[in-house]
């Protein structure tokens, strides 16, 4: 059978954009270019500004003294919240006009982001940062909306490749700026530093952005949006809470697990009898299309388990300071970047199939490189790992979307553009979840096995103890105030132990979507 080049799928209709609908486009279309690309940015130097605060955040002195799972949440209820409500907020700028979303959006990640930073618990940052994720749900489809109806058609493909690699910009500022803030302020920086660019972005809005219709008054599915967030948000409360040492039959664990797949199935079978579903199943009846999302999920599962403990590692162990673990993990934006503009010349030349697999498989070798790093690695092995890895996953974007979009018939290229956004959503909750289970569950495991423990830390009042099992942060802290180094160098011990464990697992799912995609990116162009 033919294999799909990225040559093949090209233009507004492969990235699922509405057409303006015949209207004249404003002439100032660059200016709107700039401020709805400077609003696309938000969602990703937020999600990657947490990557260096994760460690802050646990700590009881400077941070919230969260927990393991505790962090997972304020990492999961984001993209959960986002990727559950993104169909919704497609709906939504449809209805009202694209504008008027843009706007909403912006202020609710606005107001949330300034409730995050002055959050007095873990808690109530896991709220706040749902709450980013709604706006974020609302600011996504709407940038693409108004770059479609406010862009002149010869200018509207070079307009999308603008916003699409927004996405590796607001990556590689992210851990720069969140290092910084670290440094100089308290952990709540990272997140009110979004209410100055909420504000310029704004009144960008309100001055250069037209008013514009929707392309069609769509229904709105709260239902199915429901269930969707509850059932996804089951299946990962269960995973958390079987890293955190509870046993896999018991009902914290079992009952949200099928509670959440019964959701989940609940929402399939809705989305197959709506006439207007916000999910449209028959788009997985195509080969490419269903591979190619399966390759997306598990490439994301996999980046974002990994940049997880990846976090922790750099200014646990490897003893960085926040700054410096956000130089480090720059060296992973520079490779998406670049692994992005590769993507087009490796397809022309491989083919889309074996372009997605060469970058799948170069994620995996990164992620099983990390089984031999320890407290003294130097940092360039870690940044050229990480660059490898971004390159990698660079080279999996553009091509496996083309895949996807071939198939698609012209009047579902919306849900099937929505529907490659969703997934990539849906692999980073999974993936922060079962990385950090496994970090969390081994490091107990560790830190409770009293015959290799040294008899100062076996010797601790139980309270203590515990409190050290907790997270590795947490057993730095009190080694500090306790003035018990070995304690410290136990759980740098253990922390590696977890880590080891947990990007095993992470390669070998990199390695099942390797040959996913071999397999079944094999599918023929519909021209």
């Known amino acids: ?164 690699s927004s996405s590796g910009l607001g990556v590689a500022v992210g851990p720069v700026v969140g290092g910084a803030l670290l440094n100089s302020f308290w952990w709540g920086s990272v997140f009110l530093v979004n209410a100055p660019i909420v504000a310029l972005c704004m009144a960008g809005v309100a001055a250069v952005v037209p008013e514009l219709k929707g392309s069609r008054r769509r229904q709105l599915d709260l239902p199915g949006m429901a269930l969707s967030v509850l059932g996804l948000g089951g299946v990962v409360y269960g995973i958390i809470e079987l890293g955190n040492g509870r046993a896999w039959f018991g009902p914290h664990v079992l009952l949200p697990l099928l509670l959440g797949g019964a959701l989940l199935a609940a929402f399939v079978a809705g989305q197959r009898r709506s006439p207007d579903p916000s999910l449209d199943v028959r788009l997985f009846r195509q080969p490419g299309f269903a591979a190619g999302s399966v390759v997306l999920l598990i490439a994301f599962m996999a980046l974002a388990g990994h940049l997880f403990y990846a976090a922790f590692y750099l200014q646990g162990p490897r003893g960085l300071s926040p700054s410096d673990a956000g130089l480090v993990m720059i060296a992973a934006a520079i490779g998406i970047v670049l692994g992005s503009q590769a993507s087009p010349a490796a ?72 529907v490659n956004s969703v997934t990539r959503q849906v692999g980073g909750t999974l993936g922060v979840a079962m990385a950090g289970s496994i970090l969390s569950g081994v490091y107990r495991s560790r830190m409770s096995d009293t015959v290799e423990l040294p008899a100062s830390v076996r010797e601790l009042p139980p309270a203590t103890a515990e409190q050290a099992r907790t997270s590795a942060e947490a057993a730095r802290s009190l080694a500090d105030s306790l003035h018990l180094p ?12 977890a880590m080891y464990a947990a990007t095993l697992s992470v390669a070998a799912l990199a390695l099942v979507g390797f040959a996913v995609s071999v397999v079944g990116l094999r599918t023929r162009t519909r021209r």
Do not use: H
């Open 347 to 418: 397809s022309r030349r491989l083919t889309a199939r074996w372009t997605v697999a060469a970058g799948v498989l170069a994620t995996a070798v990164t992620y099983l490189a990390y089984a031999w790093l320890d407290g003294g690695t130097p940092l360039w092995f870690i940044a050229a790992l990480l660059w490898i890895q971004g390159f990698g996953m660079g080279l999996v974007g553009t091509p496996v979307t083309a895949v996807m979009m071939s198939g698609v018939p012209p009047q579902l290229a919306g849900a099937g553009s929505a």
């Open 1 to 164: 059978m033919g294999e799909v080049r990225t040559s093949d799928v090209s233009g507004p209709g492969a990235a699922g954009a509405p057409s303006a609908g015949g209207k004249a486009a404003p002439r100032r279309s660059w200016p709107v270019l700039l401020v709805v690309v400077c609003a696309q940015m938000l969602i990703w130097l937020d999600t990657s500004v947490l990557n260096v605060a994760v460690t802050t955040l646990a700590d009881p002195a400077d941070g919230l003294g969260a927990t393991p799972a505790e962090l997972e949440w304020v990492a999961s209820a984001y993209t959960l919240v986002f990727a559950g409500a993104l169909f919704a907020g497609g709906a939504l700028a449809d209805r009202f006009g694209p504008r008027t979303t843009l706007l909403a959006g912006l202020a609710l990640f606005g107001v949330a982001s300034g409730a995050g930073a002055f959050a007095p618990s873990p808690g109530w940052l896991i709220v706040a940062r749902a709450a980013m994720g709604a706006g974020s749900a609302l600011l996504m489809p709407a940038t693409l909306s108004v770059i479609v109806q406010s862009t002149p058609e010869e200018k509207r493909t070079r307009a999308i490749a603008i916003w699409s």
């Open 486 to 497: 070995e304690l410290a160098t136990t759980a740098d011990r253990a922390f590696l132990d």
